[in-house]
Structure formats: structure tokens, C-alpha cells
């Protein structure tokens, strides 16, 4: 008998994913995309809403910035499905090949970031719940654990992830869960009263709606790398967009109504003081690693925009060893600001983006030139100034608006700027 080969997971880089490779459908984008928008993090992100916006104002926030947010990921996600390549290459025409480096470059310092911050708030989360359990803390340990697991699922890569772990298992579990606590708040708290206490006022609403479109957004500069394997574009996106809604709405509503409901400053400790809240955080943390799996793997393709010849398997343990030594080192603070920051950077940079594809490209890239020194795409010395313009400026309207007129809202205001620019810069090429 011969022995058994254990075959390392294919690697497509940053080529397009060839046609026989493009399997994933509507079930397996929603369930990937309702996965990714489930978290602690998310969790965490609602209970900042509160009780600066009151419950009513809150879910007004919500519902719209996920509204927002999600069109944005969804269609950069079905540009990516047309091209059947990751973000960061989507990039190469709008801001030139080796322009395309500055937003791989933010890129991947966000992902580390998000990694980081997932293998934190899941090791703070299993240290609580063995002290609760077994009187002891191991968050050291649970890092190196979830750094470890996290870094396996990005080797094996998002085709094995989806299908053998997050639709069989995962999604299930977790939306089980989700529901109990649900169900626990409504049942157990007064939740028409809460809706109908005003807020204190220290966050203006339209700072809430920013940083509710913040969440969905912070995914888009990863979207196509795994919406590239879609079998339909026209699927992939209301895969994605459902799917993420769902969960994106869900999980920030219950971050605000834990906060209030409990009176709470702090979300673990809240989550652990329910009846089952020991078991629902478990369940909890066992889809928050597809979070971080995600986080790992797309740093990993990220810099293959970069660095194409290195494989992809080395990136992915260099990555997650760099989010293990965050992980215990670095406190998890400021996350208001962390999110704010990657809203000031991407949503402009997708307003480039839509202008681009659909306006000046008119809706198709030339696959070859995409990968060419010195073609269609290489624009002056590598850079495409006119997109480069129009990102700084949506840019600086995000920035601008943050600091002299918070309460304008700098997310749809920036997109706009930065859309309208590169249409100006690129009128010649747009009216043809």
C-alpha cells in the first residue's frame, strides 16, 4: 500500500482564478459573507453607538449605514466576480500598477490590524471563560491558540474554509446562538423602554452612521479575493449583500442593546453574566476565527501584489506570527478611531474605483494588461496620476469633515468627492 500524500491546498495568487475554479454560488456567499459579519468585534462596534445615540436613533444608524456600507462591499465584490481577481489588483488600472501599491500597502497594515484585534478580544473572551469555568486565566495561550488555528484555516485557503467548515458547521451554530440571545434580552428586559430613552447627545448621529458604515467597508478591500471564485457575479453580489446585512444588523443591535439593557461598560462580562452566556460565548468564538482567517489569508494575497513570487503559504505564517506578537502586546484601545480611519481611507478609494470600472473602463478590464510593465496600465512610470488625485481628495473631504463638521457625516460626502473628481480628470475617456 502506498503511503498517504498530504497534498498542500492550491495557490491562485494574484492570476485571475481559472473558469473550472469558480464554483461558489448565492448559499455559499451568504453564508461566507453572514459569517464574516458575525463577531465579538461587531459586538463591540454596536456598543459604542450607545447611549450617546439612544435605541431608536441606534438602529436608525444601523440599518442605514449597513444600507450604505454593504453597497459598497457587494459591488466591489462583483467587480472582483467579473474579474475573477483579488482587490488589491483590481486597483492596478485606477491608480496604476505600482500605484496600486499604496492601498496594498494600507491594506495590509489594516489586516494586521483586524487580526490583531480578532485574536485579542477572542483570547480576552476564552481567558474570561476559563477564569468563570476553572478559575484560572491563559490569555498568553489562547492567543498562540487562535493565532495558530487561524493561520491553519488561511493555508487551506477560502474554498475548503467555506464549504467544510463554515457552511456545515460554523454559520449554524452561531445564528443558533445568536437567536437564544435574542431572545434572552427581549424576554428577560424592558426592551420599549430602552426604545424610547432619548441618548445622552455625545455622539452626533450621522458619527454613528459613519461608524456603522465603517464595518462593511473595512471589508471591502478584501472582497474579491474570495468573490473571485464566484460562478456568477450577479450571485456573488446578493450573496454577499444579504448575507452580510443580516449579520451586520443582528450583531451591531445587540452590541447597543446588551450595552443598555444591562447597563454595562464592558461587553464580555455582560455576555457572561446571562443564564448559557458561558456556552454562547464559546459558540461565539468558534466563528469569530473565520474572521481572522480572513483577516491572515487576504494579507497574504494583499502583498502577493507586491511580492508575486513569494508563495502564498509563507506570507500566511509570516502574517499570523505578527498577529500573535500583537496579539500580546498591544492593548485593544482606540478601536473608534481605528475604524474611522479605515472609512477615511477606502470609501474614497472605492468612489475611485466605481468611477473607474464602470465609467472609464465601461465595464471590463484587459486581463493582460493587468499583469504588464509598460502597457495600458502602466500609465507614467507606473503610476495613474488622475486616480491618485481624485483618492487624496475624497481623502481629505473625509478628514475635513471629521474635524470642522462631524455632524455632516463623512462617508457618503467623500465617496462622491472622490467619484465626481476621477469622472472630471478622465471626461475625454468617459465620453467616448
Known sequence: MSPIKIQRPPEWGIEPVPQTHRIM????YFALWSSLGVGLLVFLAGSLLVPGLGLKQAMLAIILGTIIGNALLALAGYIGSREAVPTMVLFRPVLGIRGSYLPTLLNILQLIG????????MAEAASQITQKLLGFSAFVPWVAFFSIWCTL??????LMVVRDWIEKFAIWLVYGITIYLTWYLLSHYDISALW????TGELPFLIGLDLVVAMPVSWMPLVADYNRFARRAGSAFWGTYLGYFVANVWFYALGALFILALKAEELIPAILSLAGGAIALVLILVDETD???????????SAQNILPRVPQWVLVVITGL?????????????YENFLLLIGSVFVPLFGVLAAHYFFVEKGGYRTEELYRAAGSYWFFNGFNRKGIV???????????????????????????????VHLVLNFKEVRR
Open 322 to 334: 505578527i498577529c500573535f506578537i500583537l496579539g500580546i502586546t498591544v492593548p485593544i484601545a482606540q
Open 25 to 28: 454560488g448565492f448559499i455559499d
Open 196 to 199: 424610547r430613552k432619548p441618548g
Open 153 to 158: 484555516m488561511a493555508i487551506g485557503g477560502p
Open 114 to 121: 483586524w487580526g490583531a484585534f480578532e485574536v485579542i478580544i
Open 390 to 420: 481624485a483618492w487624496i481628495l475624497g481623502i481629505a473631504t473625509y478628514q475635513a469633515i471629521i474635524r470642522l463638521v462631524p455632524w455632516l457625516g463623512a462617508s457618503i460626502p467623500s465617496f462622491v468627492v472622490a467619484f465626481l
Open 291 to 301: 474572521n481572522a482567517f480572513a483577516d491572515i489569508y487576504s494579507t497574504a494575497v
